[in-house]
């Protein structure tokens, strides 16, 4: 026989073998393409830890101010504005936030020295506003002190929008300027955020130098496919490329959950279908350290009783410095196992001595004489409001 003839059989034989194979074994074929099309979600065996990613700038491809309100949200009784300092590609900038802080009887003077545990509260959207504000209440009333941040290119703030990529840097920057304020105590300071707030404080969970006692977030924007169907569904352009699978992981706890270097706490309302999937994926790949509680509600309407949970959660005798792990009960979903977590306090007084040392505090003192809506204890400090930069 020619040597063509036999060339042009076996190549015959190999099409048609290669034909029945994806014909008669279609789920192979998908196992193949499995790595390409789950790689944004960090199943590639070879990805860049997300702490290198990180630390490299962001690619916007849409530049500018953030979707939303360009004025600092009108205030409460009891609250104050602050300016907390971050940084942007080299350059300096004054972000706004909001403080609120208990006040105390004048019968009961506060002790020399004494601190106040804190909570950061992360606000969704793209803009404070005062709903946001409103979460504060609860946790004044409890004892605690309450700041708000914004983010760059929010409410006026100088920087562009970068959708959880810069803003993740503000919340550090928040976060330390908080915990060296002098009525805070470092080692009970804690984090809570709700849908994009809620991405940033699921993205704090992965940072070893985050100075939280506890963490958690609602509704959280864990996967990378939540951004394209952001920018399909609402009509507008995100600032970065959604297809770009690096601005993609950068942005998403669930590809990088398996690095997460702090306990995490994710509410997820038991109408949240998709929510609870994701979660789901984010406790199998990281069981020691996520706690997932279902509350009532469904994505926007589970927020409320997430806090309320989540006070209940600082609030309890039991819990040393704020930090509980994971516990059993009927609303855990999934709940993973406490024992990882003896070590979970993040600060010792050295580190906090540390921390305030490092950076200055540029709160000036406030005062607490106007009417507060909150219905806690009170106390008065004498001094005045900090103004604008």
């Given at each position: 026989?020619?040597?063509?003839?036999?060339?042009?059989?076996?190549?015959?034989?190999?099409?048609?073998?290669?034909?029945?194979?994806?014909?008669?074994?279609?789920?192979?074929?998908?196992?193949?393409?499995?790595?390409?099309?789950?790689?944004?979600?960090?199943?590639?065996?070879?990805?860049?830890?997300?702490?290198?990613?990180?630390?490299?700038?962001?690619?916007?491809?849409?530049?500018?101010?953030?979707?939303?309100?360009?004025?600092?949200?009108?205030?409460?009784?009891?609250?104050?504005?602050?300016?907390?300092?971050?940084?942007?590609?080299?350059?300096?900038?004054?972000?706004?936030?909001?403080?609120?802080?208990?006040?105390?009887?004048?019968?009961?003077?506060?002790?020399?020295?004494?601190?106040?545990?804190?909570?950061?509260?992360?606000?969704?959207?793209?803009?404070?506003?005062?709903?946001h504000l409103a979460w504060?209440?609860?946790?004044?009333?409890?004892?605690?002190?309450?700041?708000?941040?914004?983010?760059?290119?929010?409410?006026?703030?100088?920087?562009?929008?970068?959708?959880?990529?810069?803003?993740?840097?503000?919340?550090?920057?928040?976060?330390?300027?908080?915990?060296?304020?002098?009525?805070?105590?470092?080692?009970?300071?804690?984090?809570?955020?709700?849908?994009?707030?809620?991405?940033?404080?699921?993205?704090?969970?992965?940072?070893?130098?985050?100075?939280?006692?506890?963490?958690?977030?609602?509704?959280?924007?864990?996967?990378?496919?939540?951004?394209?169907?952001?920018?399909?569904?609402?009509?507008?352009?995100?600032?970065?490329?959604?297809?770009?699978?690096?601005?993609?992981?950068?942005?998403a706890l669930l590809p990088?959950?398996?690095?997460?270097?702090?306990?995490?706490?994710?509410?997820?309302?038991?109408?949240?279908?998709?929510?609870?999937?994701?979660?789901?994926?984010?406790?199998?790949?990281?069981?020691?350290?996520?706690?997932?509680?279902?509350?009532?509600?469904?994505?926007?309407?589970?927020?409320?009783?997430?806090?309320?949970?989540?006070?209940?959660?600082?609030?309890?005798?039991?819990?040393?410095?704020?930090?509980?792990?994971?516990?059993?009960?009927?609303?855990?979903?999934?709940?993973?196992?406490?024992?990882?977590?003896?070590?979970?306090?993040?600060?010792?007084?050295?580190?906090?001595?540390?921390?305030?040392?490092?950076?200055?505090?540029?709160?000036?003192?406030?005062?607490?004489?106007?009417?507060?809506?909150?219905?806690?204890?009170?106390?008065?400090?004498?001094?005045?409001?900090?103004?604008?930069?």
């Amino acid at each position: 026989m020619a040597p063509w003839r036999v060339s042009c059989r076996r190549s015959c034989a190999a099409a048609l073998a290669a034909l029945v194979l994806a014909v008669t074994a279609p789920g192979c074929a998908t196992r193949r393409a499995r790595p390409n099309a789950d790689a944004a979600e960090g199943d590639e065996a070879d990805a860049e830890p997300w702490l290198l990613r990180r630390a490299r700038p962001t690619t916007l491809v849409h530049r500018g101010p953030a979707p939303g309100s360009s004025m600092a949200p009108a205030l409460l009784p009891g609250m104050e504005l602050v300016y907390y300092p971050s940084a942007a590609r080299g350059v300096e900038l004054s972000l706004l936030a909001v403080i609120a802080t208990p006040r105390r009887a004048p019968e009961t003077p506060r002790r020399g020295g004494e601190r106040l545990p804190a909570v950061m509260l992360l606000h969704a959207g793209t803009a404070l506003t005062e709903e946001h504000l409103a979460w504060a209440a609860p946790f004044v009333d409890a004892g605690l002190v309450v700041l708000l941040p914004t983010w760059r290119g929010e409410n006026g703030n100088p920087g562009e929008h970068e959708l959880l990529a810069g803003e993740l840097e503000d919340a550090m920057a928040a976060a330390r300027w908080l915990a060296v304020q002098p009525d805070v105590d470092v080692d009970q300071l804690s984090v809570f955020g709700a849908a994009e707030g809620g991405a940033l404080a699921a993205l704090l969970a992965l940072d070893p130098e985050a100075p939280f006692a506890t963490i958690a977030a609602v509704s959280a924007v864990t996967s990378t496919t939540t951004f394209a169907r952001w920018q399909r569904d609402g009509g507008k352009a995100l600032p970065f490329d959604v297809n770009d699978p690096v601005e993609q992981r950068r942005r998403a706890l669930l590809p990088n959950a398996a690095e997460l270097a702090r306990p995490l706490v994710l509410y997820v309302g038991q109408d949240d279908v998709e929510g609870a999937r994701d979660a789901q994926r984010v406790q199998g790949r990281a069981p020691t350290l996520v706690e997932l509680v279902a509350v009532p509600g469904d994505a926007t309407t589970a927020v409320a009783p997430a806090l309320a949970r989540f006070l209940a959660k600082l609030s309890a005798p039991t819990t040393p410095a704020l930090a509980q792990g994971p516990r059993t009960d009927n609303s855990i979903v999934l709940a993973s196992d406490p024992s990882s977590l003896a070590a979970s306090r993040p600060r010792s007084v050295a580190t906090a001595t540390a921390l305030r040392g490092a950076l200055p505090s540029t709160r000036l003192a406030r005062d607490h004489r106007s009417t507060c809506p909150f219905a806690g204890p009170t106390w008065r400090r004498a001094g005045a409001s900090r103004s604008a930069p």
